[in-house]
């Protein structure tokens, strides 16, 4: 746009200096129309053709003989005007002189180099922006590769925490047992220890497996039609006797209605189910837990809510992010932080949206007061 209005201005003042000048000077004072750009073209090309048949003249011997002159005005033979009548530019060159030609020839060429500038000004502005972008998206880039490498060793040493803490009970454990250190009546509890413990490390691999597999690119979702009311009711089936025994209520409301979704219907599965699980482990016994899932025209939300406490700020910015959570927390509560990194790829695979929301937040949505937050899957139909 910048280099369309300099262009404009100034083409407005070479039509309103250097082009009366020149009809003026060479033209006998003709108008713009009757000489037309189209005579001033064959006529500047007329010029540079004597110029090369002169220094052809020059170049070659004398007694090859070069009729400048004729050849010159053949340039000029067949333009016509709009109206059919010989275009005034036909004798225009036969009656200048080798000044006059140069002269023409020069202000006609600092016309087209100042109509020609703004582009060339603009292009070399334009390439200078651009260098400077891609010299910013490089360093936000290294940067980000930077933060990328920094978390994956961070995540390579949490891993490598998780798994050495049950390990070393295990090891300890029976060793103790092969060396015959246990009592009879401990032996059982050394055995729960171990079986506990190593499902602990299991379940950690297993983890980082799934974690693992859906960032390869030989990983597809395999979607169907699938009722994503009726796969939430199963979800809430299954963790019903953990909420149970953890001592917590249950709260579900889910319409009775056919909510068709093309997804995976395992992955998705594992997602909420992931969800309840969270809220089971990492609230206290007493708290109410929310499953939730309601319809607005082409969008359902499906929600996990409970009434524990709330996330600390900065845990919820990157609740989404592997071993976020402190090493007392995991080591009190088993916590990897992993299930939560999972679900948020697997969601994002569909093109589907997860989020949490807390406090007062909530108040928008369509579930009962009281909880304090909750995890919202977002589905648009």
Known sequence: MLVGLVEYFVGKVLK???????LVAYFDGADLESVSTVGVTAIVFGIIGTLILAFLKFILPESVGIPIS???????????????????????????GGKERAQLLFLVTVMAICLIIPYVLGALLYASMVV???????AAELAKEREYEQRRNMMLSDIAHDLRTPMTTVSGYSKAIADGMVPEAKMKEYL???????????????LLFDYVKLDTDGFKLMKQDTDIAELTREAGAFVYQDVEDAGMGFDVDIPEEVITVPMDRLQMSRVITNLLTNAIKHNKKGTDIGLYLYREDDYVRVLVADTG????????????????????????????????????KVVEMHGFNIKLVQGSHLEKYQ???????????????
């Open 16 to 22: 309103a200096t250097m082009v009366p000048f020149i």
């Open 70 to 96: 004729s050849a010159a005005n053949r340039l000029l033979s067949g333009i016509e005007t709009k109206g059919g009548k010989t275009n005034v530019a036909e004798t225009i060159l036969q009656e200048m």
């Open 132 to 138: 400077r972008e891609v010299k910013i998206i490089e």
């Open 192 to 206: 729960e220890a171990i079986q506990t413990k190593s499902k602990r490390v299991n379940d950690l691999i297993t």
């Open 309 to 344: 406490d709330k996330i600390d700020k900065e845990n919820a910015e990157h609740i989404f992010e592997p071993f976020v959570m402190g090493d007392e927390s995991r080591s009190s509560k088993g916590g990897t932080g992993l299930g939560l990194s999972i679900a948020k």
């Open 367 to 381: 579930i009962p007061g009281g909880y304090e937050k909750a995890f919202i899957i977002g589905i648009k139909l």
